[in-house]
Protein backbone atom coordinates (compact mmCIF):
# COMPACT_ATOMS: atom_id res chain seq x y z
CA UNK A 1 0.00 0.00 0.00
CA UNK A 2 2.64 2.36 1.23
CA UNK A 3 4.50 1.47 -2.50
CA UNK A 4 1.30 2.54 -4.38
CA UNK A 5 0.93 5.63 -2.15
CA UNK A 6 4.79 6.68 -3.07
CA UNK A 7 4.40 6.04 -6.43
CA UNK A 8 0.78 8.12 -7.14
CA UNK A 9 2.93 11.17 -5.08
CA UNK A 10 6.12 10.49 -7.20
CA UNK A 11 3.63 10.84 -10.45
CA UNK A 12 1.30 13.72 -9.33
CA UNK A 13 4.51 15.69 -7.62
CA UNK A 14 2.23 17.26 -4.74
CA UNK A 15 3.55 17.74 -1.12
CA UNK A 16 2.24 15.67 1.97
CA UNK A 17 -0.04 19.29 3.08
CA UNK A 18 -1.86 19.45 -0.07
CA UNK A 19 -3.05 15.55 0.00
CA UNK A 20 -4.13 15.67 3.57
CA UNK A 21 -1.59 12.58 4.18
CA UNK A 22 -0.57 12.30 7.56
CA UNK A 23 3.54 12.73 8.38
CA UNK A 24 3.28 9.10 9.40
CA UNK A 25 2.18 8.30 6.23
CA UNK A 26 4.49 10.32 4.14
CA UNK A 27 7.42 8.67 5.98
CA UNK A 28 6.69 5.16 4.87
CA UNK A 29 6.83 6.13 1.48
CA UNK A 30 9.76 8.18 1.51
CA UNK A 31 11.04 5.05 2.45
CA UNK A 32 8.77 3.04 -0.12
CA UNK A 33 10.16 4.91 -2.61
CA UNK A 34 13.87 4.43 -1.56
CA UNK A 35 13.58 0.91 -2.03
CA UNK A 36 12.06 1.19 -4.98
CA UNK A 37 15.33 3.48 -6.43
CA UNK A 38 17.35 0.77 -4.30
CA UNK A 39 15.69 -2.22 -6.64
CA UNK A 40 16.41 -0.50 -9.70
CA UNK A 41 20.11 0.18 -8.65
CA UNK A 42 20.38 -3.43 -8.42
CA UNK A 43 19.13 -4.07 -12.00
CA UNK A 44 21.91 -1.73 -13.09
CA UNK A 45 24.77 -3.66 -10.86
CA UNK A 46 23.47 -6.97 -12.53
CA UNK A 47 23.47 -5.67 -16.15
CA UNK A 48 26.85 -4.86 -16.03
CA UNK A 49 28.11 -7.93 -14.39
CA UNK A 50 26.19 -9.68 -17.31
CA UNK A 51 27.85 -7.72 -19.79
CA UNK A 52 31.35 -8.81 -18.42
CA UNK A 53 30.13 -12.60 -18.08
CA UNK A 54 29.09 -12.89 -21.77
CA UNK A 55 30.82 -10.39 -23.78
CA UNK A 56 34.60 -10.79 -24.60
CA UNK A 57 37.00 -8.03 -23.70
CA UNK A 58 37.38 -5.96 -26.95
CA UNK A 59 33.66 -5.91 -26.89
CA UNK A 60 32.99 -4.39 -23.34
CA UNK A 61 33.63 -0.83 -23.94
CA UNK A 62 31.41 -0.39 -26.66
CA UNK A 63 28.62 -2.17 -24.55
CA UNK A 64 29.15 -0.19 -21.47
CA UNK A 65 29.19 2.70 -23.53
CA UNK A 66 25.69 2.04 -25.44
CA UNK A 67 24.12 1.49 -22.06
CA UNK A 68 25.58 5.08 -20.89
CA UNK A 69 23.96 6.02 -23.99
CA UNK A 70 20.88 4.50 -23.39
CA UNK A 71 20.68 6.04 -19.46
CA UNK A 72 21.91 9.49 -20.94
CA UNK A 73 19.05 9.39 -23.31
CA UNK A 74 16.52 8.27 -20.52
CA UNK A 75 17.27 10.17 -18.16
CA UNK A 76 17.31 13.49 -20.86
CA UNK A 77 14.38 12.71 -22.75
CA UNK A 78 12.29 11.06 -19.68
CA UNK A 79 11.41 14.13 -18.22
CA UNK A 80 10.73 16.13 -21.41
CA UNK A 81 7.76 13.60 -22.31
CA UNK A 82 6.13 13.82 -19.08
CA UNK A 83 6.29 17.23 -18.84
Known sequence: ???VL???QLLLITPPSRTGAAPETYHACLVASRVLGGMSDG???LLFASLTDVADGAALPVLFGRVGLVFGCAFTLGPLTAA
Do not use: G, P
Request: glycine share 0%; with cysteine.
Open 43 to 45: VLV
Open 6 to 8: ALL
Open 1 to 3: WCL
